[in-house]
């Protein structure tokens, strides 16, 4: 059975792929990483998680970010390595929540991502703590809780930080239901007057 990722193994892992990334001839990567890598990353919770989640890239000589959707090969193909030499998840490193690229990243979130580089050839983007907040909220409405309403609890967000994540999910999803879920789920956290301005 593969083995758990805490933070320790995170560094490993993405310690390894920049090094197979090197010996393979890659040019440098750059990734923008979001969900439960990150979160214990930048030290927002204590806990392990089974993947990295890459929401985005950079390319050199090109501003801004690029979707996640498409690794390049030569990524994939280390990552797979990596996976075997370190008994991850064949899935450890993937871009399933490039998805939220393409909704659009909250106002001010390049300026909150918070960089780290491994060896020579991986700079990872860990995303900051207000846009955590959007995403799983948004996560913890949409798949009805589980492990993204505990992460959004860890955060402790406070009622402007709701709000503003709030009025983010409802310009991605306007549809009744969803307005009906996430109300239940403010008012279940205590903030039904942040239910109230939406």
Same mark, same amino acid.
């Given at each position: 059975?593969?083995d758990? !990722?805490? !933070?320790?193994r995170?560094d490993?892992? $993405?310690?390894?792929?920049?090094?197979?990334?090197?010996? *393979?001839?890659a040019?440098p990567?750059e990734i923008?990483?979001?969900?439960?890598?990150s $979160? %214990?990353?930048?030290?927002?919770?204590?806990?392990?998680?089974? #993947?990295?989640?890459?929401?985005?890239?950079?390319?050199?000589?090109?501003?801004?970010?690029?979707s996640?959707? #498409?690794?390049? *090969? %030569?990524?994939?193909?280390?990552? *797979?390595?990596?996976a075997? #030499?370190?008994?991850?998840?064949?899935?450890w490193?993937?871009?399933?929540?490039h998805? !939220?690229?393409?909704?659009?990243?909250?106002?001010?979130f390049?300026g909150r991502?918070?960089?780290?580089?491994?060896?020579?050839?991986?700079?990872?983007?860990f995303?900051?703590?207000?846009?955590?907040?959007?995403?799983?909220l948004?996560?913890?409405? /949409?798949?009805?809780?589980?492990?993204?309403l505990? /992460? $959004?609890?860890a $955060?402790?967000?406070?009622?402007?930080?709701?709000?503003?994540?709030?009025?983010?999910?409802? !310009?991605? #999803?306007?549809s009744?239901?969803?307005r009906?879920?996430?109300?239940?789920?403010l +008012?279940?956290?205590?903030?039904?007057?942040?239910? +109230?301005?939406?």
């Amino acid at each position: 059975m593969p083995d758990p !990722i805490d !933070i320790s193994r995170l560094d490993e892992a $993405l310690g390894l792929l920049a090094e197979r990334l090197r010996l *393979a001839g890659a040019e440098p990567q750059e990734i923008v990483v979001c969900g439960g890598s990150s $979160l %214990i990353a930048r030290g927002y919770v204590s806990r392990v998680t089974r #993947d990295v989640d890459v929401v985005a890239r950079r390319v050199r000589g090109q501003p801004g970010f690029v979707s996640a959707k #498409d690794l390049p *090969a %030569i990524l994939v193909k280390e990552a *797979a390595r990596v996976a075997a #030499d370190l008994r991850l998840p064949a899935d450890w490193f993937n871009s399933a929540a490039h998805g !939220i690229f393409d909704l659009g990243f909250p106002e001010g979130f390049e300026g909150r991502l918070e960089s780290k580089r491994y060896g020579s050839h991986l700079e990872v983007w860990f995303i900051g703590r207000l846009d955590q907040i959007h995403f799983k909220l948004h996560a913890a409405v /949409d798949r009805d809780g589980g492990r993204h309403l505990t /992460d $959004l609890l860890a $955060l402790k967000p406070n009622a402007e930080e709701l709000l503003q994540a709030a009025r983010w999910t409802r !310009i991605h #999803d306007p549809s009744e239901g969803f307005r009906f879920n996430l109300s239940e789920l403010l +008012k279940q956290l205590s903030h039904g007057d942040v239910a +109230k301005q939406l």
